[in-house]
């Protein structure tokens, strides 16, 4: 199915390393339309839940520190096909085997703190999205 809109976060390595401009700027080359925005930051009870189907995993505690140290930009962005085309843009969950030219690939060190996440279903999109904003942040 298509769908016209994902979410997605610039988590906190990205937003460490100064990578929020460049990332944006990947986003809006690629078609997408910035539809909601803001930087804002993940408690631990947060990311616990955005990650819960992880939470039989070893990586789980490291996966929510991480993703709670610091702000993130949270965005939902529109696009004709967005979440698939969304998840080509940003390249694997391993940046060692992302592809040249993805986000990932130019702006991840590790599998564990990988600069950006994308939504991976037309559900999860406007679960994620629901969470972060409300219906007069959304244009
Ligand atoms: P997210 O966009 O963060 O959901 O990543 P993606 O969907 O590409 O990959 P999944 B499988 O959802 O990974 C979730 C987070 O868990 C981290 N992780 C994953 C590890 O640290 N080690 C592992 O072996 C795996 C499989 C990567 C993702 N978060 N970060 N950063
Ligand atoms: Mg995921």
């Given at each position: 199915?298509?769908?016209?809109?994902?979410?997605?976060?610039?988590?906190?390595?990205?937003?460490?390393?100064?990578?929020?401009?460049?990332?944006?700027?990947?986003?809006?080359?690629?078609?997408?339309?910035?539809?909601?925005?803001?930087?804002?930051?993940?408690?631990?009870?947060?990311?616990?839940?955005?990650?819960?189907?992880?939470?039989?995993?070893?990586?789980?505690?490291?996966?929510?520190?991480?993703?709670?140290?610091?702000?993130?930009?949270?965005?939902?962005?529109?696009?004709?096909?967005?979440?698939?085309?969304?998840?080509?843009?940003?390249?694997?969950?391993?940046?060692?085997?992302?592809?040249?030219?993805?986000?990932?690939?130019?702006?991840?060190?590790?599998?564990?703190?990988?600069?950006?996440?994308?939504?991976?279903s037309?559900?999860n999109?406007?679960?994620?999205?629901?969470?972060?904003?409300?219906?007069?942040?959304?244009?």
């Amino acid at each position: 199915m298509t769908t016209n809109r994902t979410f997605t976060m610039l988590k906190p390595d990205a937003v460490e390393n100064g990578h929020i401009g460049a990332i944006l700027d990947k986003i809006n080359a690629a078609g997408f339309k910035i539809v909601a925005m803001k930087l804002t930051q993940l408690s631990k009870r947060d990311a616990q839940a955005f990650y819960a189907v992880h939470s039989a995993r070893p990586f789980y505690g490291e996966l929510v520190d991480f993703m709670s140290r610091g702000p993130i930009v949270a965005a939902i962005l529109e696009k004709e096909n967005a979440v698939e085309d969304f998840r080509a843009l940003i390249g694997a969950t391993n940046p060692a085997e992302a592809a040249e030219g993805t986000i990932r690939k130019m702006f991840a060190k590790s599998v564990g703190e990988n600069a950006v996440h994308g939504s991976d279903s037309d559900e999860n999109a406007a679960i994620e999205g629901a969470f972060h904003f409300s219906g007069r942040e959304v244009f």
